[in-house]
DNA sequence: CCTGTGACATAAG
DNA sequence: CCTTATGCCACAG
C-alpha cells in the first residue's frame, strides 16, 4: 500500500466499476483520485484503456455528457452505439437525463468504506 | 530536466 | 450553442 499506483492505473480501476447503463465524467474520476485538475490526464489513461475490453471507456464522457471522446473509437458512433445498447438515450451525442445516469464513484468509494473493510 | 501532448474544465465573447 | 484562450496535471521521449 504504500506503493502508488500510476494513475492510469487507478483511472482505469474507476472505469471498470462504472455500473452498466450508468455514465460519468472525467472530471468526476479525476476528483475521486484526488486531483481534480488533471481530468485532462484522465482521459488519457482511457486512451491506454482502449487496448482494454474491459474498461468500458464508453460511459466516460464529459461534465457536459457530451461523447466527446467518440472519435477515439473504432466507428464514428459506435461509442453512442454502445452507450445506446445500454439504455443510455443520447441526442446529438448529448447524453439525456445524464444526472439521472450520472454514477459518480466518490459515492461508490464512501459505499465501499463504509460498507465494511472486512470483505474486499 | 525540459518539451510536447491530450477523450478536460472553466471563463469570456 | 459556438469558438477561443488559459490553466492544470500526469506521462512519454
Not at 484526488?34 to 464508453?58: C, E, Q, Y
Amino acid at each position: 500500500m504504500s506503493t502508488k499506483p500510476n494513475f492510469f492505473e487507478r483511472a482505469q480501476a474507476v472505469a471498470r466499476k462504472i455500473p452498466y447503463g450508468c455514465v460519468t465524467s472525467y472530471g468526476a474520476i479525476a476528483r475521486y483520485l484526488g486531483a481534480s485538475k488533471s481530468a485532462r490526464t484522465v482521459g488519457w489513461a482511457m486512451n491506454a484503456s482502449h487496448l482494454d475490453d474491459s474498461i468500458p471507456a464508453h460511459r466516460v464522457v464529459n461534465s457536459k455528457g457530451i461523447l466527446t471522446g467518440k472519435h477515439h473509437f473504432d466507428g464514428t458512433n459506435l461509442m453512442q452505439q454502445l452507450l445506446e445498447s445500454e439504455g443510455v438515450r443520447i441526442e446529438n451525442y448529448q447524453i439525456i437525463s445524464f444526472q439521472e445516469i450520472f454514477w459518480d464513484p466518490s459515492l461508490e468509494l464512501k459505499n465501499y468504506s463504509l460498507k465494511t473493510q472486512q470483505n474486499k
